[in-house]
T-cell receptor
Framework: DAGVTQSPTHLIKTRGQQVTLRCSPKSGHDTVSWYQQALGQGPQFIFQYYEEEERQRGNFPDRFSGHQFPNYSSELNVNALLLGDSALYLC????????????FGNGTRLTVT | AQSVTQLGSHVSVSEGALVLLRCNYSSSVPPYLFWYVQYPNQGLQLLLKYTSAATLVKGINGFEAEFKKSETSFHLTKPSAHMSDAAEYFCAVSDLSGADGLTFGKGTHLIIQP
């Protein structure tokens, strides 16, 4: 039973560029959440997707956007990258509708230069 | 609004000694509370969760935590530390729906001395 998978594992981008990160949830899960974990900090909630809609959003600017597909997989898009966007981006899935504990992927390490 | 405070960014114990990692929370509604562990270059793994049932919660790898409403605490303990317990530990809180996501503490790095 595959857990939460994220791609790519590492990414290097330049300031001002755009990036797309991908996540496949654990089998049987229908809700996907994204978190940003800066170095030495705890993860911070970006947003959650359920039934292909953004259900809730944390304190992140509109440069951060997402999408959920009919197969429950999800993408996180970040536009106009800033140096401060360098972090580990974690995807977590849960079911049903977000009420079960979160299962996390291993993350995508984004470095903005 | 919810918040979590983890006392001690680093905790060092000897192998075989008691592990105690502290977590205090603030929540305007009855909370769900969680402890996660993160090993280097990996995501977070759930250790245990409190969801308003028994106040003493047992988790994986011999860890347990006690919910104390009067102290707004949810400290994590393990009677005897093992070298493999060395990792980053995060306490987190959510409301009952989970829709607003988890609010995490800043983490405690557990060091095990041989």
């Amino acid at each position: 039973d595959a857990g939460v998978t994220q791609s790519p594992t590492h990414l290097i981008k330049t300031r001002g560029q755009q990036v797309t990160l991908r996540c496949s949830p654990k089998s049987g899960h229908d809700t996907v959440s994204w978190y940003q974990q800066a170095l030495g900090q705890g993860p911070q909630f970006i947003f959650q997707y359920y039934e292909e809609e953004e259900r809730q959003r944390g304190n992140f600017p509109d440069r951060f956007s997402g999408h959920q597909f009919p197969n429950y997989s999800s993408e996180l898009n970040v536009n106009a990258l800033l140096l401060g966007d360098s972090a580990l981006y974690l995807c977590a899935s849960s079911s049903p509708g977000g009420r079960s504990p979160l299962h996390f992927g291993n993350g995508t390490r984004l470095t903005v230069t | 609004a919810q918040s979590v405070t983890q006392l001690g960014s680093h905790v060092s114990v000897s192998e075989g000694a008691l592990v105690l990692l502290r977590c205090n929370y603030s929540s305007s509604v009855p909370p769900y509370l969680f402890w996660y562990v993160q090993y280097p270059n990996q995501g977070l793994q759930l250790l245990l969760k409190y969801t308003s049932a028994a106040t003493l919660v047992k988790g994986i790898n011999g860890f347990e935590a006690e919910f104390k409403k009067s102290e707004t605490s949810f400290h994590l303990t393990k009677p005897s530390a093992h070298m493999s317990d060395a990792a980053e530990y995060f306490c987190a809180v959510s409301d009952l729906s989970g829709a607003d996501g988890l609010t995490f503490g800043k983490g405690t790095h557990l060091i095990i001395q041989p």
